[in-house]
């Protein structure tokens, strides 16, 4: 049974024990995993300094199409690295970016390998300028 808290959207298996069962395959459990990687600075971690990417701070200093398309690809090495319970879907990822409103998008389409369900992680950053 998966619990989904709708205040924090945060998803956990209550009735699985990952450490003793096995890995959990679900969207929710997946997204949190992915928003983990993502939201997580490079040695951030004491006892894995290499996990994360910290795209909160990469994603506003995008200058250009090119660098946007950098850090699409930063972010994907670092999700393949990290999870691989998903295929992503690169040639639909995406970054959309509302300058006047301080608003960056990034989209995020992969499919679960073990179910084949696919699914979209979105996450919107907004700049503190």
Same mark, same amino acid.
């Given at each position: 049974?998966?619990?989904y808290n709708f205040k924090e959207k945060w998803a956990y298996d209550i009735a699985?024990?990952?450490i003793n069962t096995g890995e #959990?395959? !679900?969207v929710n459990v997946i997204d949190q995993s992915i928003e983990?990687?993502?939201g997580t600075l490079i040695g951030e971690r004491l006892f894995n300094t290499s996990f994360g990417y910290g795209l909160q701070y990469r994603i506003f200093n995008i200058a250009s199409p090119e660098e946007a398309e950098n #850090?699409? !690809?930063?972010?994907?090495q670092a999700i393949k690295k990290w999870e691989d319970r998903i295929v992503l879907i690169e040639s639909q990822m995406k970054i959309i970016a509302d300058v006047d409103q301080h608003v960056v998008v990034?989209?995020?389409p992969y499919m679960i390998k073990r179910t084949g369900i696919r699914s979209i992680?979105?996450?919107k950053l907004t700049s503190n300028e």
């Open positions: 049974m998966v619990s699985k024990n990952p #959990i395959w !679900d983990m990687i993502l #850090i699409l !690809d930063e972010v994907a990034i989209v995020i992680f979105k996450k």
